[in-house]
């Protein structure tokens, strides 16, 4: 191997002062001969191969002579694994060829460079909207969320402003107050009201962070936010949930209270039912039929709206009441079989479509009640016929049951 003239000792330079400088380099200094045996090796470099003896041991480094660098592993006095760049020249040492490596410890500059790349992972795939402005409000960063939110594509809301998004839901006092807060304790979160790009708005969730570097001074505002339109489309939801069983609750004591003013003798049989187990008790598997027979013809009335005398669903309600009443089913069961139906439905309705279940199933159960109360009137007059174990446990063998003629 030719050394290189130009990095050949003169014989006046003194060793020692060239030792003295390759120990106290923070870098890592090694000399290998040209098998690749340690010839020298400073302190820094001791400490990177976790302090073992290297003097005249062959470390396998991968020696590429030239302007070139590599990165290889190391591991420190504490057994950590780290990494260091490695640059590699030819040169002559004390009169024989040689090569001298340089490395340079990366670890720490590699963990941040991780860093990096895992928050720029997590930036993209959190499924807030995040928005990243300088301290005067210009736009220098947003995710992907966000133009999934707003509607607005990284390029466009780069170099402008948050106001973008404004609504003019909100009044000036209560920007005023964010900012205060934000000045006061370097955060605020709350709910506001925001325009996409199309111009609907939208209610989110939003926290505004401030963000300092060494010197305490502010460098960015952080914004992190997430749409609640579905939120708050469950949760109407579950308010109109809570309306349609109260709804129900008042029809059933209006149902109670009409009975009560109602012609004693001719209503006998269906106060009795509040004497006995009511349907959805002593004939569950009856009773469940009946729920969702029932659920079936309060969504046929919710296409109609509209209970004419030519519509199905007088005529489905009739046979359903028939066949309430030959269970001999009273008040409370027509009242129960109303609140169930619309306590399973209210799952799978929109707020909207829920609300008109409410109201259209308030003049079906009063019609029902009012098949049940004509059924009774004319089969149970005098004596009701007592519930028949097998018809309870199979709903359509009692639909086949023939009528008794009225008295």
């Keep these: 191997m030719t050394a290189d003239p130009r990095l050949q000792l003169e014989s006046s330079f003194d060793k020692g002062a060239v030792l003295g400088l390759f120990s106290a380099m923070p870098d890592g200094i090694v000399v290998l001969d040209d098998a690749g045996v340690v010839l020298y090796a400073n302190t820094s ?20 002579l030239g302007n070139s660098c590599s990165e290889i592993e190391s591991i420190d006095s504490a057994g950590r694994i780290g990494w260091a760049e490695l640059r590699a020249v030819a040169f002559d040492w004390l009169g024989q060829p040689a090569i001298a490596v340089s490395l340079r410890d990366t670890t720490e500059r590699r963990a941040l460079a991780q860093q990096l790349v ?10 807030e909207g995040i928005i990243v402005t ?32 404004k609504s003019h839901e909100h009044d000036r006092a209560f920007y005023t107050l964010m900012w205060k807060a934000i000045a006061k304790n370097g955060f605020w979160q709350g709910e506001v009201v925001n325009r996409r ?6 209610p989110e969730l939003l926290s505004i962070s401030r963000i300092r570097d060494a010197d305490a001074q502010v460098t960015h505002l952080v914004g992190i936010f997430s749409d609640l339109t579905r939120r708050k489309a469950d949760e109407a939801a579950l308010e109109a949930a809570k309306l349609q069983l109260r709804q129900s609750e008042k029809i059933r004591e209006e149902l109670e209270r009409r009975e009560a003013i109602a012609n004693p003798a001719s209503l006998s049989v269906v106060s009795s039912m509040y004497s006995v187990v009511p349907l959805s008790q002593s004939a569950r598997d009856v009773f469940a039929e009946l729920v969702s027979r029932y659920g079936e013809i309060l969504a046929l ?40 139906t619309l306590a399973n439905n209210a799952k799978t309705v929109p707020p909207m479509k829920a609300k008109a279940m409410i109201e259209e199933g308030r003049f079906l159960v009063l019609e029902l009640m009012g098949y049940l109360v004509s059924f009774y009137r004319k089969n149970y007059y005098r004596s009701p016929r007592p519930l028949d174990p097998v018809d309870a446990a199979n709903s359509k063998a009692s639909r086949r049951r023939p009528k008794k003629e009225s008295a």
């Design 118 to 127: 895992l928050a720029g992972r997590v930036f993209e795939s959190a499924r």
């Design 45 to 64: 470099a001791h400490h990177m191969f976790g302090g073992r003896p290297l003097l005249g041991k062959n470390l396998g480094l991968p020696i590429d």
């Design 134 to 165: 300088r301290p005067d409000g210009v736009i220098v960063s947003v995710n992907r969320s966000f133009t999934e939110i707003t509607g607005y594509s990284a390029e466009e809301a780069l170099g402008r402003t948050p106001r973008i998004l």
């Design 197 to 202: 790009k199309d111009g609907s708005l939208y």
């Design 301 to 340: 009335a919710l296409e109609n709206l509209a209970l004419k005398a030519e519509n199905p669903v007088s005529d489905q309600l009739r046979e359903l009441a028939d066949d309430m009443g030959y269970l001999q089913a009273g008040a409370r069961d027509v009242a129960e079989l109303h609140s169930m």
